[in-house]
């Protein structure tokens, strides 16, 4: 019997022990909903849990267990001479198992292979019947189980929030965990790379080339790890971009707040705000094919010698891809600033572009740097953009129109392709992962806090 | 604070010079108003600008690709080339050397072409999916074979980019990829009417291929979409457990109010988040998503790329033909994610209206 | 309308003589989109007395003043119709600067707003703005004599640099009220200026606009005068 039936089923059962338990519960209390302790539904949800929820968890534990018992299962009937082989070729031998119980091409096709295969089928054939009778026979027993324990007195909503309660907290714990596991894996990985490269040759060695030897006789092929010029062209790369956003985005914010009709800004806001739209590897795409040959002409065209994957190129793509990010947060934070501020300033004369600049910009100016730092930690982070259309050489430089290598970047190029997973090379992207983590989770929390502190003030 | 006229004490401030006072500043200060003004306007107009020329850069390469040159050549389907055994089955059909056929009927088309090196060159012209219109109609025809027809053949990507003008013309005559005898012939074609770009179902039918002629969007679309159809299953059960739970447990004003106000919110939200995760890449290249992957997928379980993938590869690739494709794919990855945010803004407009 | 005016000249004030309305308004009618607001009101401020508006809360003395300056401007949906004269001079004509007239009719709103700023530019912002500063000596002394008239210099006298925004509720409104009289048009002896103050539960206040020896014009209303 197929898993995906013997799901359907449960669920099935699941649903009619809902309305039974209702109409039971109705039964037994003469048809008079008062006279129960909770609302009929209640008592249906518990007649439902009782049936659902223990052979759904029973599904979930067998499925995890079942290839593995499965898997030693057909090892152990294997003759000895594969039993003893070493674990990767074991392995080896039971995909190929797999692959031919599955009906798919292997490897290896031998006779001991074929009828360890016709085990594993039959093997499974016989888990999934057996799950399916223990399934369905804990799915009644809990429906009649509930039923009979139904009476007016029954505290059905109470178990019933219980469980539902259960059920929340464990969706929190789930992505608080994620984050856990994410941060803890980010941590493990850079200690392991920290071991080989001491950590205060990563964060300021000043030489970037991660390419280690692949064999021992190889020559100059040491590596090394200096971040440095990563972190500065990174830096290089987020300046050029915020050069153009902060500007834009907050001339802009402020037209729209201050000076903007109101049929304007509910036209002009939402087409700036398409902007953020758009996936970033258009903007990789616009910027390695657009704006940088365009850069490179001009540059050429007066002379200077402009890399094919300027900084510039990255940078100026990047600020266009944060402007509305900066504008829609300006345009937040100053039109939190109280009308009575601009009337006062408006009572004694003064012009809206006075008001502006010694009023307004002044009261919101926290919360346009909070807008500032996050929109900073987001150029940081963005990758695609830079993958595309900024280089791979790590060139200490603050020169725009040469090529620069920024985090990202190279944590992409150190973990794409085929790769040892405990070289320097691959965990040397784990470190740096580390550093944009910390680095960009500062960022948001002191941008936060700013942002916070600020609104509390006018509130 | 200066401003023209010298400012006067507080001690001597008479009603008249405090007026000329203020009147004389105030040129300045409304010129001062105007910039301001000016500067978010242009502010404004760079972002707008950048977003229209952003659009006009993908449209204008990328309208190109939707349209493929084809060269009208008279083929000769021999037996010979074709069925040599003249068992005329299917399978033996299939087997046969459509790739001598194509060649030989553009060599045909310039019998002077004798050397090996310019009929190797007059091969390269046409792509291989020309052998696979010419295996396509055999199969659905057997008939065919031993007559001469006059055939539409797929041109090779150096010929389209050439045809399209993107292939620069040298003086000496040749081109950008392509030598000064293809040039001549690629022309000799064209005043005879025999080059022709026709539409390009294949790009919005077929999967990838090594072959920017050949190369089609469909399999990421439909890798998009199944990415997206697994989302949505896993988000569905929560999303109908908490309207069951809103219904069931909550007071009735909750049903009656809450769950409809919130109702827009929670479907745009699901929305416009699938659409953001429509375009989403980077943590894709970096669990290896980034596969040459030709065929369509035909179930979740399927190797499958998506469209911001499929952009990403093709930008990353070498040929000149494959910058219009990327360019294409942007406008599907585009369209579909207007689609989803008019969706979405319906849904709100609908549900606004009602409440 | 239920504005109230009464028109009581201070007992104190035998060298003034009596003069001519400076401030004429005649079938004044705000409308706030479809909303009327105010009806009908015609008023004459005459100069040198205090005038008093008194009414219930949203009888509309707030939104009255506000046209004398034409702060109302800045709200779109808003519409002024009728005649406002100011020394005659049409304050809702296309000739008239509203930044020229406000420079000439000051106002201190209900609730305190003081600047993001320090208490001492706080007080020279008016000044400064218009361009009537001619040295730090003339700006000081400006601030000093209109924290003095607003009642609050000797709580602040040493700590001019501080925000503004950190003083107590009524310290701030005495901050705003200082900064209107340091506003160029209520420089001393400018007799020709109209104050429009909104103060509303500040003793104090009553008592620097009541104080004879202010040659203004003073439209002066609180919300529980009386």
Redo the contacts between chains.
């Keep these: 019997m197929n898993t995906s039936i013997t799901l359907l089923v449960v669920v099935v059962l699941t649903v009619i022990g809902f309305y039974m338990g209702r109409r039971q519960a109705l039964g037994a209390a003469d048809g008079l909903p008062a006279r129960l302790h909770s ?1 009929p ?2 008592y249906g ?1 518990y007649v439902a849990i009782w049936c659902g929820l223990p052979t759904l968890a029973l599904l979930a534990a067998w499925l995890v267990l079942q290839p593995i018992i499965i898997d030693g299962l057909v090892i152990g009937s294997l003759p000895v001479a594969q039993q003893n082989l070493p674990a990767d070729r074991l392995g080896l031998l039971l995909n190929d198992i797999r692959n031919i119980a599955h009906g798919e091409a292997a490897s290896e096709t031998s006779t001991v292979v074929v009828a360890a295969a016709n085990r594993y089928n039959e093997l499974t054939n016989l888990g999934n019947w057996m799950l399916a009778a223990c399934a369905l026979a804990l799915a009644a027993a809990g429906l009649v189980m509930a039923r009979n324990r139904i009476a007016p007195g029954l505290r059905a909503r109470n178990l ?2 219980r469980v ?1 309660m259960g059920v929340l907290i464990l969706a929190s714990l789930l992505a608080i965990l994620t984050t856990i596991g994410i941060v803890a894996s980010l941590l493990l990985e850079s200690i392991r790379f920290f071991d080989k490269i001491p950590f205060w040759e990563f964060l300021f060695g000043t030489k970037w080339s991660p390419q280690t030897a692949l064999r021992a006789d190889q020559v100059g092929q040491s590596g090394s790890f200096g971040a440095i010029p990563i972190f500065a062209g990174t830096a290089l790369i987020t300046l050029i971009a915020m050069t153009v956003a902060v ?6 914010a ?3 707040s201050e ?1 903007a009709k109101p049929s304007v800004r509910s036209t ?1 806001k939402p ?2 705000e ?2 953020a ?10 910027a ?3 704006v940088a040959p365009v850069i490179r002409n001009a540059g050429e065209a007066i002379g200077l010698s402009v890399a094919s994957e300027s900084a510039l190129a990255a940078g100026v793509v990047m600020g ?1 891809m944060i ?2 990010f900066v ?1 829609s947060l300006s345009d937040d934070v100053i039109s939190a600033v109280p009308q009575s501020l601009r009337e006062g300033a408006y009572g004694l ?1 003064a ?4 008001t ?2 010694n009023v307004i910009v002044p009261a919101a100016l926290p919360g346009i740097v909070g807008a500032v730092l996050l929109a900073v930690s987001r150029a940081i982070g963005e ?2 953009i830079v ?2 259309a900024a280089g791979l050489a790590a060139n200490l430089t603050a020169n725009p129109f040469e090529a620069v290598t920024t985090v ?1 970047v190279q ?2 190029t150190l ?2 392709g085929d790769q040892e997973f405990d070289s320097a090379k691959t965990l040397a992207a784990f470190a740096l992962g580390l550093v944009l983590f910390v680095f960009t989770l500062c960022l948001n929390v002191i941008a936060l806090r700013i942002v916070r502190k600020y609104r509390e003030r006018y509130e | ?3 023209g006229t ?6 001597d ?3 008249s010079a ?2 000329e ?6 040129r300045r ?2 010129a ?2 105007l ?3 000016i ?6 107009g ?3 600008v ?2 229209f ?2 659009l006009l ?2 449209i204008s ?1 990328g309208y190109s690709a939707f349209q493929q040159t084809h060269i009208n050549l008279e083929v000769y389907f021999d037996a010979a080339k074709i069925d040599p055994d003249g068992t005329r089955k299917i399978d033996d059909l299939r087997r046969g050397d459509y790739e001598g056929v194509a060649r030989t009927a553009i060599r045909s088309a310039f019998p002077h072409a004798k050397g090996r090196r310019d009929r190797r060159a007059l091969g390269k012209m046409l792509s291989t999916g020309a052998a696979d219109k010419l295996r396509r109609m055999v199969l659905s025809n057997p008939k065919i074979i031993g007559t001469r027809q006059h055939v539409w053949l797929l041109a090779s990507d150096e010929i389209d980019m050439l045809r399209k003008g993107y292939a620069k013309r040298n003086p000496d005559g040749s081109a950008t990829k392509v030598s000064r005898k293809q040039v001549a012939w690629f022309d000799a074609l064209a005043k005879k009417g025999a080059v022709e770009r026709q539409f390009n179902w294949r790009f919005l039918t077929g999967g990838d291929s090594r072959e920017p002629e050949q190369a089609g969007i469909w399999g990421a679309v439909v890798g998009s979409g199944l990415t997206m159809l697994v989302t949505l299953l896993l988000a569905f059960p929560v999303g109908v457990m908490a309207a069951i ?1 809103l219904e ?2 909550a007071p009735k004003n909750v049903m009656h109010h809450v769950l409809p106000l919130s109702m827009p919110g929670i479907l745009t939200g699901t929305i416009i988040g699938m ?2 995760a ?5 943590p894709l ?2 669990v ?1 998503m ?1 596969a040459f992957i030709v065929d369509v997928p035909s179930g979740i379980t399927d190797a499958a790329t998506v469209l ?1 993938v499929q ?2 590869i093709w ?2 690739s070498p040929e000149r033909a494959f ?1 219009e494709k ?2 294409a794919a ?1 406008m599907v ?2 369209a579909f ?1 207007i689609l989803m ?1 008019a969706i979405a803004i319906v849904l709100r407009k609908k549900f606004e209206r009602r409440w | 309308m239920e504005i109230v005016t009464e028109v009581p000249t201070s007992k104190a004030t035998p060298q003034i003589q009596p003069s001519q309305a400076k401030i004429t308004s005649s079938g004044v009618e705000v409308f706030y989109g479809g909303k009327q607001a105010l009806k009908a009101v015609n008023l004459d401020i005459i100069e040198n007395e205090v005038t008093a508006l008194i009414g219930p809360s949203g009888c509309g003395k707030s939104t009255y003043l506000r046209c004398l300056n034409r702060m109302n401007d800045s709200i779109e949906s808003c519409r002024v119709e009728g005649q406002i004269l100011l020394d005659g001079e049409d304050v809702y004509s296309k000739q008239v ?1 509203p ?2 007239l406000r ?2 009719v000051g106002m201190v709103f209900q609730k305190p707003n003081p600047f993001p700023k320090s208490i001492f530019d706080n007080v020279a912002y008016g ?8 040295d730090k000596t ?1 700006l000081e ?2 601030v000093i ?1 209109s924290l003095e008239k607003a009642g609050l210099i000797g709580e602040v006298r040493d700590r001019l640099n501080e925000p503004g925004t950190g003083l107590s509720g009524g310290q701030q409104q005495r901050l705003c009220i200082a900064r209107a009289i340091a506003h ?2 209520l ?7 109209s104050l429009c103050s909104l103060v509303c539960g500040v003793d104090e206040t009553s008592q620097i606009f009541t104080n004879p020896t202010d040659e203004r014009t003073q439209g002066y209303i609180t919300g529980r005068f009386g």
Aim: proline fraction near 5%; aromatic fraction near 10%; avoid cysteine.
């Design positions: 609302l539904s209640y949800y019933v929030e539902l500007p834009v985005g907050l001339f802009s402020i037209y729209l000076y002009v087409i700036m398409i902007l739209g758009i996936p970033t590897v258009v903007y990789g795409f616009f390695a094919l657009t266009v402007i509305p504008s004369g012009t809206k572009a006075e502006v600049r990758t695609m993958v595309m990202t944590i992409v973990l794409v | 604070m200066n401003n010298a400012p006067i004490a507080a001690a401030r008479q009603p405090i007026a006072t203020v009147k004389s500043g105030l200060r409304h001062s108003e910039r301001l003004k500067y978010g306007l242009m502010a404004i760079f972002a707008l950048a977003l020329i952003l850069s993908v390469k739970y069931e447990f659409a953001q429509l375009g989403e890449t980077a290249l970096m290896g980034v911001p952009v990403y930008a990353d910058e990327t360019a942007i990855l585009l994610l945010n | 600067d930044v020229q420079a000439r000044p400064r703005i218009h361009g009537l500063v001619r003339d002394e400006i004599t160029p048009g420089a001393k002896a400018s007799g020709y200026v």
